[in-house]
């Protein structure tokens, strides 16, 4: 009889963008190995999981590591952050050796971290094989808000230990450089595809087949809208996912349409977003163009928004524009600029290759 390889994911809880970077790589993971039996690791809800991963999985509800406090979307609440890291790093020894014994217990033959580092030290000590998996890490995170002076510097080296204790630090571009790992190992994007479905999506939304239709994408983080100024374009429709106060007839609830969301996104003329590794590769891997939020204290953002401009199409605007309401100009720039053609997220395969070799 074969024998049951066993996974261990690890999740970070700030919003969805780490469970979105992972889920592509199972589902093509569990095609390769059918008998995967998989346990997560997460505070995110069991139902979140589940809408990406499926319903055959283990779940452990519980932090595995801090979660950056944040004012909006966009916005990081640094004080709050460093007091949260801080918090985490105080009982490291015996939370760590808490990881241990919960690993020993486990018996994962993989653990797969996106990003928690704590785990990665435990499972170096507990003898599991472990791979990181993220474009970031929160040790460059942590150090781009609050520097690396002597408050942050010990909770900066316990971070850094953590995820070289990985065997590998896999990197689907556009990512961080890391000079800091050895272990570092570039691969390519990763994201998932969907269909295009206009005709239907226009069908249901009840607007005429040359209504634009913008997709808004903020992330898993949920933060207040300054629709009281927000543009009325001609022949464009908005799709939000929440409930939102007041109503227009140019305003849709994209979780009540009966479409996965990523057709949706496939089938948009264009995702209002903030830079973030999850939207940004799904938008430029099927060739829908990016309006993005100006967020110029996020690490990510220079790579993301260079790597978007070379193979998608962008278009920036401000804070103070967004929440004005004063960006359809920017928009028909968007409109006006060359389509792109699709492209492969080859970094899925990638990693599947590298985790398969564990399992």
Known sequence: MRRQPHLLLALSGHGYGHLAQCAPV?????ARLPALRL???????RTVLAERLGHEFTHLSQATDPVLPMRSAWEVDVAASLKAFDEFHRDWEAALQADVEQLRVLAPDLLLANIPYRLLVAAKQAEV????LCSLNWAAVL???????????????????????ADLFLAPQPALPMPELD??????????????????????????PA???????????????PLADWPRLQGLVWLFPQALEASRDDWFDSRKLSFPIID??????????KPGYGTYTEAVCNAVPLLTLARPDWPETAYLNAWARRHG?????SVAQFQSGTFGAALERLRQQPSQEPMEPEGIRQAVDVLAGYL
């Not at 150090?143 to 204790?165: D, F, H």
């Open 264 to 273: 949706v996104l496939v089938s948009a003329d264009a995702v209002l977003t």
């Open 26 to 30: 199972l589902q093509a993971l569990r």
């Open 211 to 225: 209504t634009r239709v913008v997709l808004v994408a903020l992330g898993g983080i949920d933060s207040a809208l």
């Open 129 to 132: 094989p472990a791979v990181a």
């Open 39 to 45: 346990t997560v690791m997460s505070e995110l809800p």
């Open 313 to 317: 199409c962008l278009e920036e605007i």
């Open 143 to 165: 150090a781009s808000y609050c520097g690396t002076g002597p408050e942050v510097r010990p909770i900066l080296e316990q971070m850094w230990a953590g995820y070289r204790a």
């Open 183 to 208: 272990n570092y190992r570039a691969i390519g994007p990763i994201a998932r595809q969907g269909r295009c479905i206009r005709q239907a999506l226009h069908a249901e939304l009840g607007v005429k």
